[in-house]
């Protein structure tokens, strides 16, 4: 069973920090493409941040490079993002997605807040 689980949520002030992880389990990790993408309130998902399998090629959204930076333990099947400088503008539930070729799979989504 294809399973991805975000933590890491939380309410923070403008301009503390947050890491992320998604656990993932039920497939062969280390071949699939990690992305983090994100849905604030009344606005459509959009992408964040993805890394390749190996790691090898990393892209980011305008809005969070500089800020963000996403990773990957192969060993710990565990994708991370570190997000530093949050601002008010990054409240948004955050899901991970693992994605190759037509497979396609995501996770519930963790919450983060940005407020004072």
């Known amino acids: 069973q294809v399973q991805l689980v975000e933590s890491g949520g939380a309410l923070v002030q403008p301009g503390g920090s947050l890491r992320l992880s998604c656990a993932a389990s039920g497939f062969s990790f280390d071949i699939y493409t990690m992305t983090w993408y994100r849905q604030a309130p009344g606005k459509e998902r959009e992408l964040v941040a993805s890394i390749t399998n190996n790691g090898g090629s990393i892209n980011y959204a305008d809005a969070v490079k500089g800020r963000f930076t996403i990773s990957r333990d192969n060993d710990k099947n565990t994708v991370f993002l570190q997000m530093n400088g949050l601002k008010v503008e990054d409240t948004a539930v955050y899901y991970c997605?693992?994605?190759?070729?037509?497979?396609?799979?995501w996770g519930q989504g963790t919450l983060v807040t940005v407020s004072e």
């Open positions: 997605n693992a994605r190759l070729m037509t497979r396609d799979y």
